[in-house]
Protein backbone atom coordinates (compact mmCIF):
# COMPACT_ATOMS: atom_id res chain seq x y z
CA UNK A 1 0.00 0.00 0.00
CA UNK A 2 1.29 3.83 -0.86
CA UNK A 3 1.34 5.26 2.23
CA UNK A 4 -1.18 8.65 2.23
CA UNK A 5 0.25 11.68 1.94
CA UNK A 6 -1.31 15.02 3.19
CA UNK A 7 -2.07 17.61 0.23
CA UNK A 8 -2.66 21.14 1.05
CA UNK A 9 -4.21 21.53 -2.51
CA UNK A 10 -7.29 19.04 -4.46
CA UNK A 11 -5.92 21.18 -7.57
CA UNK A 12 -3.37 23.56 -9.12
CA UNK A 13 -3.56 24.28 -12.94
CA UNK A 14 -0.62 25.61 -14.24
CA UNK A 15 -0.94 28.20 -18.06
CA UNK A 16 -2.50 30.05 -19.83
CA UNK A 17 -4.97 33.27 -18.07
CA UNK A 18 -6.21 35.33 -20.27
CA UNK A 19 -9.45 37.83 -21.16
CA UNK A 20 -12.02 36.51 -23.24
CA UNK A 21 -13.86 39.43 -25.72
CA UNK A 22 -16.97 37.37 -25.95
CA UNK A 23 -19.64 38.94 -28.80
CA UNK A 24 -22.79 40.50 -26.63
CA UNK A 25 -25.02 42.06 -29.26
CA UNK A 26 -24.75 45.44 -31.50
CA UNK A 27 -24.43 48.30 -30.58
CA UNK A 28 -27.17 51.33 -32.07
CA UNK A 29 -24.63 51.51 -35.19
CA UNK A 30 -24.25 48.01 -36.05
CA UNK A 31 -21.10 47.29 -34.71
CA UNK A 32 -20.15 43.63 -32.56
CA UNK A 33 -20.31 44.27 -28.86
CA UNK A 34 -17.67 42.34 -26.75
CA UNK A 35 -17.74 41.80 -22.68
CA UNK A 36 -14.78 41.35 -21.24
CA UNK A 37 -14.71 37.56 -19.12
CA UNK A 38 -11.62 36.00 -17.40
CA UNK A 39 -10.55 32.74 -19.42
CA UNK A 40 -7.53 30.55 -20.40
CA UNK A 41 -8.49 26.98 -20.09
CA UNK A 42 -6.17 25.89 -17.02
CA UNK A 43 -7.64 29.24 -15.14
CA UNK A 44 -10.75 28.03 -15.86
CA UNK A 45 -10.28 24.65 -14.34
CA UNK A 46 -9.16 25.86 -11.31
CA UNK A 47 -11.93 28.08 -11.13
CA UNK A 48 -14.72 25.16 -12.24
CA UNK A 49 -13.41 22.56 -9.55
CA UNK A 50 -12.97 25.90 -6.71
CA UNK A 51 -16.67 27.09 -6.69
CA UNK A 52 -17.68 23.36 -6.56
CA UNK A 53 -15.70 23.01 -3.46
CA UNK A 54 -12.56 21.78 -4.12
CA UNK A 55 -9.28 23.86 -2.86
CA UNK A 56 -7.46 24.72 -5.68
CA UNK A 57 -4.70 26.98 -7.38
CA UNK A 58 -3.45 28.86 -10.07
CA UNK A 59 0.42 29.01 -11.58
CA UNK A 60 -0.02 31.63 -14.75
CA UNK A 61 1.43 35.14 -15.21
CA UNK A 62 -0.48 38.08 -16.55
CA UNK A 63 0.28 41.90 -17.60
CA UNK A 64 0.51 44.80 -14.52
CA UNK A 65 -2.02 46.59 -16.77
CA UNK A 66 -5.81 46.68 -15.60
CA UNK A 67 -6.73 43.25 -17.07
CA UNK A 68 -4.39 41.38 -15.22
CA UNK A 69 -6.00 43.25 -11.73
CA UNK A 70 -9.41 41.79 -13.38
CA UNK A 71 -8.23 38.39 -13.84
CA UNK A 72 -6.72 38.12 -10.50
CA UNK A 73 -9.77 38.95 -8.68
CA UNK A 74 -12.20 36.70 -11.03
CA UNK A 75 -10.00 33.73 -9.47
CA UNK A 76 -10.42 35.15 -5.97
CA UNK A 77 -13.99 35.45 -6.27
CA UNK A 78 -14.01 31.43 -6.80
CA UNK A 79 -12.18 30.68 -3.77
CA UNK A 80 -8.85 30.15 -5.81
CA UNK A 81 -5.22 30.67 -4.68
CA UNK A 82 -3.30 33.33 -6.37
CA UNK A 83 -0.28 33.37 -4.58
CA UNK A 84 1.23 31.48 -7.39
CA UNK A 85 0.59 33.94 -9.84
CA UNK A 86 3.34 36.49 -11.88
CA UNK A 87 3.00 40.00 -13.07
CA UNK A 88 4.89 40.42 -16.31
CA UNK A 89 6.31 43.63 -16.66
CA UNK A 90 7.11 44.26 -20.32
CA UNK A 91 4.19 42.04 -21.62
CA UNK A 92 0.55 42.72 -22.01
CA UNK A 93 -2.24 40.33 -20.60
CA UNK A 94 -3.23 37.81 -23.42
CA UNK A 95 -6.29 38.79 -25.30
CA UNK A 96 -8.75 36.56 -27.06
CA UNK A 97 -11.80 37.88 -29.29
CA UNK A 98 -14.58 35.35 -29.24
CA UNK A 99 -16.95 35.80 -31.76
CA UNK A 100 -20.18 33.25 -31.53
CA UNK A 101 -21.95 31.33 -34.37
CA UNK A 102 -25.15 29.16 -34.40
CA UNK A 103 -25.55 26.87 -31.34
CA UNK A 104 -22.54 28.63 -29.20
CA UNK A 105 -19.69 27.75 -31.11
CA UNK A 106 -16.84 29.87 -31.35
CA UNK A 107 -14.01 31.69 -33.43
CA UNK A 108 -11.02 32.20 -31.76
CA UNK A 109 -8.19 35.77 -32.30
CA UNK A 110 -5.65 36.51 -30.04
CA UNK A 111 -3.75 39.15 -29.15
CA UNK A 112 -0.59 37.39 -27.67
CA UNK A 113 2.55 37.96 -29.76
CA UNK A 114 3.76 36.59 -26.92
CA UNK A 115 1.37 37.62 -24.30
CA UNK A 116 1.49 37.79 -20.51
CA UNK A 117 0.40 34.07 -20.09
CA UNK A 118 3.85 32.12 -21.48
CA UNK A 119 5.78 34.44 -19.08
CA UNK A 120 5.22 32.39 -15.78
CA UNK A 121 8.01 30.64 -14.18
CA UNK A 122 7.94 28.32 -10.95
CA UNK A 123 9.58 30.53 -8.58
CA UNK A 124 8.78 31.19 -5.10
CA UNK A 125 5.22 30.23 -4.26
CA UNK A 126 4.63 28.27 -7.29
CA UNK A 127 6.90 25.69 -6.19
CA UNK A 128 5.29 24.91 -3.24
CA UNK A 129 2.00 24.61 -5.23
CA UNK A 130 2.95 21.93 -7.44
CA UNK A 131 4.36 19.36 -5.04
CA UNK A 132 1.49 20.48 -2.15
CA UNK A 133 -1.37 19.13 -4.40
CA UNK A 134 -3.26 15.94 -5.45
CA UNK A 135 -3.50 16.92 -9.16
CA UNK A 136 -1.76 19.33 -11.12
CA UNK A 137 -3.63 20.59 -14.30
CA UNK A 138 -2.03 21.51 -17.39
CA UNK A 139 -2.91 22.30 -20.75
CA UNK A 140 -0.74 22.29 -24.28
CA UNK A 141 -0.89 26.04 -25.20
CA UNK A 142 1.67 26.49 -22.29
CA UNK A 143 4.16 24.89 -24.52
CA UNK A 144 3.78 27.45 -27.43
CA UNK A 145 6.36 29.86 -25.79
CA UNK A 146 9.11 29.76 -23.48
CA UNK A 147 9.63 29.89 -20.34
CA UNK A 148 6.36 28.62 -20.11
CA UNK A 149 7.33 25.69 -21.81
CA UNK A 150 10.17 24.44 -19.84
CA UNK A 151 7.98 25.20 -16.67
CA UNK A 152 5.26 23.80 -17.53
CA UNK A 153 7.59 20.51 -17.96
CA UNK A 154 9.37 21.14 -14.95
CA UNK A 155 5.93 21.02 -12.85
CA UNK A 156 4.53 17.87 -14.30
CA UNK A 157 8.15 16.33 -13.28
CA UNK A 158 7.99 17.51 -9.56
CA UNK A 159 3.99 16.30 -9.35
CA UNK A 160 5.11 12.92 -10.17
CA UNK A 161 7.86 12.99 -8.22
CA UNK A 162 5.72 14.40 -5.31
CA UNK A 163 3.75 11.64 -5.50
CA UNK A 164 0.29 13.97 -7.20
CA UNK A 165 -1.24 13.13 -10.55
CA UNK A 166 -0.82 14.82 -14.02
CA UNK A 167 -4.00 15.97 -15.74
CA UNK A 168 -3.52 16.98 -19.23
CA UNK A 169 -5.95 18.84 -22.00
CA UNK A 170 -3.93 18.60 -25.28
CA UNK A 171 -5.73 22.17 -26.54
CA UNK A 172 -5.49 22.74 -30.41
CA UNK A 173 -5.91 26.52 -30.90
CA UNK A 174 -4.65 26.63 -34.76
CA UNK A 175 -3.54 30.41 -34.79
CA UNK A 176 -1.17 29.88 -31.84
CA UNK A 177 1.41 27.14 -33.99
CA UNK A 178 3.80 27.89 -36.31
CA UNK A 179 2.60 24.56 -38.12
CA UNK A 180 0.14 21.69 -37.48
CA UNK A 181 3.22 19.50 -37.14
CA UNK A 182 4.99 21.67 -34.66
CA UNK A 183 2.10 21.75 -32.28
CA UNK A 184 1.46 18.19 -32.58
CA UNK A 185 4.63 16.83 -31.73
CA UNK A 186 4.05 19.74 -29.06
CA UNK A 187 0.75 18.51 -28.02
CA UNK A 188 2.22 14.68 -27.66
CA UNK A 189 4.85 15.64 -25.68
CA UNK A 190 3.23 15.97 -22.35
CA UNK A 191 1.12 12.84 -23.21
CA UNK A 192 3.71 10.54 -21.34
CA UNK A 193 3.31 12.64 -18.05
CA UNK A 194 -0.52 12.37 -18.29
CA UNK A 195 -2.76 10.09 -15.57
CA UNK A 196 -5.71 11.86 -17.12
CA UNK A 197 -6.18 12.98 -20.79
CA UNK A 198 -9.20 15.41 -21.74
CA UNK A 199 -9.70 15.72 -25.43
CA UNK A 200 -12.38 16.98 -28.00
CA UNK A 201 -13.27 14.67 -30.27
CA UNK A 202 -11.68 17.08 -32.47
CA UNK A 203 -8.82 16.75 -31.12
CA UNK A 204 -8.67 13.04 -30.60
CA UNK A 205 -8.62 12.51 -34.36
CA UNK A 206 -6.24 15.44 -34.99
CA UNK A 207 -3.65 13.49 -32.22
CA UNK A 208 -4.39 9.97 -32.91
CA UNK A 209 -6.35 9.58 -36.64
CA UNK A 210 -9.00 8.10 -35.18
CA UNK A 211 -12.43 8.23 -37.24
CA UNK A 212 -15.36 9.85 -35.32
CA UNK A 213 -17.34 6.87 -34.86
CA UNK A 214 -17.69 4.53 -31.78
CA UNK A 215 -15.18 1.91 -32.92
CA UNK A 216 -12.87 5.59 -34.16
CA UNK A 217 -13.70 6.67 -30.08
CA UNK A 218 -12.32 3.60 -28.82
CA UNK A 219 -9.09 3.30 -30.71
CA UNK A 220 -8.36 6.97 -30.15
CA UNK A 221 -8.65 6.66 -26.70
CA UNK A 222 -6.54 3.21 -26.30
CA UNK A 223 -3.81 5.00 -28.08
CA UNK A 224 -3.55 8.04 -25.65
CA UNK A 225 -3.53 4.94 -23.02
CA UNK A 226 -0.86 3.47 -24.23
CA UNK A 227 1.09 6.36 -23.68
CA UNK A 228 0.31 6.05 -19.94
CA UNK A 229 -2.59 7.86 -19.26
CA UNK A 230 -5.17 6.32 -16.77
CA UNK A 231 -8.43 7.91 -17.77
CA UNK A 232 -9.34 9.25 -21.18
CA UNK A 233 -12.54 11.07 -21.42
CA UNK A 234 -13.82 12.59 -24.68
CA UNK A 235 -16.09 15.31 -24.75
CA UNK A 236 -18.88 15.01 -27.20
CA UNK A 237 -20.73 18.03 -26.80
CA UNK A 238 -24.34 17.73 -26.69
CA UNK A 239 -23.87 14.01 -27.11
CA UNK A 240 -22.02 13.47 -23.82
CA UNK A 241 -18.40 12.18 -23.12
CA UNK A 242 -16.97 8.98 -24.21
CA UNK A 243 -15.06 7.50 -21.54
CA UNK A 244 -11.67 4.44 -21.56
CA UNK A 245 -9.59 2.52 -18.79
CA UNK A 246 -7.64 -0.06 -18.59
CA UNK A 247 -10.65 -2.10 -17.53
CA UNK A 248 -14.12 -0.15 -18.56
CA UNK A 249 -15.03 2.25 -21.28
CA UNK A 250 -18.26 3.69 -22.25
CA UNK A 251 -20.60 6.98 -23.56
CA UNK A 252 -22.40 9.11 -20.96
CA UNK A 253 -25.15 10.96 -22.54
CA UNK A 254 -25.40 14.65 -21.07
CA UNK A 255 -28.36 14.77 -18.30
CA UNK A 256 -31.95 14.39 -20.27
CA UNK A 257 -32.90 18.17 -19.71
CA UNK A 258 -32.46 20.91 -22.50
CA UNK A 259 -30.89 24.20 -22.55
CA UNK A 260 -30.96 27.03 -23.91
CA UNK A 261 -27.37 27.50 -25.63
CA UNK A 262 -25.83 30.66 -25.30
CA UNK A 263 -21.76 30.45 -25.15
CA UNK A 264 -20.22 27.45 -25.65
CA UNK A 265 -16.52 28.72 -23.99
CA UNK A 266 -15.35 26.77 -21.28
CA UNK A 267 -17.89 24.15 -21.21
CA UNK A 268 -14.66 21.43 -21.81
CA UNK A 269 -13.20 22.93 -18.89
CA UNK A 270 -16.11 23.24 -16.75
CA UNK A 271 -16.34 18.94 -17.41
CA UNK A 272 -13.07 18.92 -16.50
CA UNK A 273 -13.03 20.85 -13.63
CA UNK A 274 -15.92 19.11 -12.02
CA UNK A 275 -14.45 15.32 -12.80
CA UNK A 276 -11.27 16.31 -11.09
CA UNK A 277 -13.38 17.53 -8.36
CA UNK A 278 -14.58 14.35 -7.85
CA UNK A 279 -11.57 12.60 -7.96
CA UNK A 280 -9.72 14.72 -5.65
CA UNK A 281 -13.01 14.27 -3.05
CA UNK A 282 -12.22 10.38 -3.48
CA UNK A 283 -8.51 10.63 -3.05
CA UNK A 284 -9.84 12.49 0.53
CA UNK A 285 -11.42 9.71 1.74
CA UNK A 286 -8.97 7.06 0.80
CA UNK A 287 -6.20 5.46 3.01
CA UNK A 288 -3.83 5.83 0.67
CA UNK A 289 -2.47 7.50 -2.00
CA UNK A 290 -2.17 4.50 -5.03
CA UNK A 291 -4.62 5.66 -7.31
CA UNK A 292 -7.79 8.13 -8.10
CA UNK A 293 -9.96 6.14 -10.12
CA UNK A 294 -13.10 4.15 -7.96
CA UNK A 295 -13.39 0.71 -7.44
CA UNK A 296 -16.17 -0.07 -9.81
CA UNK A 297 -17.46 1.04 -13.39
CA UNK A 298 -20.67 3.00 -12.28
CA UNK A 299 -19.04 5.08 -9.86
CA UNK A 300 -16.96 6.58 -12.25
CA UNK A 301 -19.56 7.00 -14.63
CA UNK A 302 -21.35 9.17 -11.89
CA UNK A 303 -18.24 11.35 -11.84
CA UNK A 304 -19.10 11.49 -15.51
CA UNK A 305 -22.44 12.04 -15.27
CA UNK A 306 -21.80 15.00 -13.05
CA UNK A 307 -19.21 16.17 -15.07
CA UNK A 308 -21.52 16.17 -17.85
CA UNK A 309 -24.14 18.26 -15.98
CA UNK A 310 -21.87 21.07 -14.90
CA UNK A 311 -20.63 21.47 -18.66
CA UNK A 312 -23.96 21.36 -19.90
CA UNK A 313 -24.91 24.29 -17.01
CA UNK A 314 -22.27 26.01 -18.23
CA UNK A 315 -23.40 26.87 -21.50
CA UNK A 316 -26.01 28.32 -20.66
CA UNK A 317 -24.17 31.95 -19.90
CA UNK A 318 -21.64 33.78 -21.58
CA UNK A 319 -18.41 33.57 -20.43
CA UNK A 320 -16.27 30.27 -18.82
CA UNK A 321 -15.23 31.45 -14.94
CA UNK A 322 -18.80 32.99 -14.21
CA UNK A 323 -20.81 30.27 -16.09
CA UNK A 324 -18.90 27.84 -13.97
CA UNK A 325 -21.86 26.53 -11.78
CA UNK A 326 -21.63 25.57 -8.14
CA UNK A 327 -21.90 22.58 -6.32
CA UNK A 328 -25.87 23.08 -5.92
CA UNK A 329 -26.60 24.01 -9.12
CA UNK A 330 -25.11 21.03 -10.55
CA UNK A 331 -27.74 18.95 -7.91
CA UNK A 332 -30.42 20.62 -8.63
CA UNK A 333 -30.50 20.54 -12.38
CA UNK A 334 -29.22 16.55 -12.42
CA UNK A 335 -32.30 16.02 -10.45
CA UNK A 336 -34.98 18.43 -12.33
CA UNK A 337 -33.71 20.16 -15.05
CA UNK A 338 -33.52 23.45 -13.76
CA UNK A 339 -31.21 26.12 -15.21
Not at 4 to 30: C, N, Y
Not at 179 to 195: F, N, T, V
Not at 229 to 249: D, I, N, P, Q, S
Request: charged content about 20%.
Amino acid sequence: MIKRKEFPFDITAVGEILIDFTESGVSAGGNPLYEANAGGAPANVAAAAAKLGSKTAFIGATGTDRFGVLLRRALEACGTDTSGMQSAAHRHTTLAFVSLGEGGERQFSFCRNPGADTAFSLDGPAAALVSGSRFLHVGSLSLTEEPARSSTFTAVTEAKRSGGFVSYDPNWREALWPSLQAGLEAMRSLLPYADVVKVSESELTLLTGAAPDPAGLSRGAAALLEHGARLVCVTLGARGAFYKTAAWEGLIPVPPYPVPVVDTTGAGDAFTGALLHRLAARLRNRCDDGCFLPETAAELEADLAFANAAASLCVTKRGAIPAAPDGAAVSRFLGTGAV
